[in-house]
């Protein structure tokens, strides 16, 4: 795994937004997989400031979310719907008919979830995906467990999960229990990932990622097994890279 250390949080933005710049500049009709959190804003901050001052033109390409909370509406504040809106495809010019988050509101969730990996498949696969990566160990919503799912699927958040999520609602009461995530095996697909991560509070699960051991109970670690995996980190999150045992 290819691993970079950025000397803070806004240089690694800097850094994550000129991979996905390059990207779009190389085939203007790149297919990129797409994450939330607070990671990559300043990186959709950069990319917006990119679209403004240097024409980067965002007009060819297909996207792909991650994830999305089951029980939120679309224009739900805290939904990744709304979150991707005010971050980036209002700031860019992503046509809206380009525009992928899986949905599974109102339609049936299964299908929700088979037609969305067909979607990627038929748009010829992803190209780059953007990754955060959860305390857990977690990627989109793929959280530890015995067996992780391969495609696209309805999942159970993790107490973990609901607790680190709950900074951005009121009260934990009103964090969903559920979520609709690309699965492992949608996300190994992509040609090439590129996984961020800031802060002392993603020490250990960076650590145990890069332990040179897969494990479901660390989904991230399974990134190992990629062929072209990017992880860019600051310092704070490379920190605990060096301890010994
Ligand atoms: C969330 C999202 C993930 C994200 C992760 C880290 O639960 N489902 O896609 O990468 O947690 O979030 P943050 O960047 O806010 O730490």
């Known amino acids: 795994m290819k691993i970079v250390i950025a000397a803070d949080y806004r240089e690694l933005s800097q850094m994550a937004a000129e ?18 959190g607070s990671t990559p804003e300043c990186m959709y901050a950069i990319l917006s400031q990119m679209h403004r001052q240097d024409n980067l033109d965002f007009s060819g390409v297909i996207t792909f979310n991650l994830d999305e909370y089951v029980g939120l509406a679309p224009d739900h504040p805290q939904s990744y719907h709304y979150y991707m809106k005010n971050h980036f495809f209002n700031q860019v010019n992503v046509k809206s008919c380009n525009i992928n988050i899986p949905c599974a509101e109102k339609n049936n969730p299964e299908k929700v979830c088979l037609e969305y990996d067909q979607n990627i498949n038929n748009s010829g696969g992803i190209d ?41 609602f009121e009260s934990k009461n009103e964090v969903p229990r559920r979520a609709v995530t690309m699965g492992v095996g949608s996300i190994m697909k992509a040609k090439k990932i590129m996984l961020l991560a800031s802060g002392f509070h993603k020490a250990k699960a960076v650590k145990e990622m890069l332990s040179g051991k897969v494990t479901t109970e660390l989904p991230a670690s399974l990134l190992q097994l990629h062929h072209d995996p990017l992880v860019i980190l600051d310092h704070e999150a490379a920190s605990l890279l060096q301890a010994k045992e």
């Open 19 to 36: 991979i996905v710049a390059e990207q779009v500049r190389t085939n203007k009709n790149s297919v990129l997989g797409l994450a939330t």
């Open 128 to 168: 780059l995906q953007v990754l955060g990566i959860g305390t857990n160990g977690h990627i989109g919503f793929n959280e530890p467990d015995r067996f992780l799912s391969v495609d696209t699927h309805i999942v159970d958040l993790t107490e973990e999960t609901i607790e680190a999520n709950c900074r951005f």
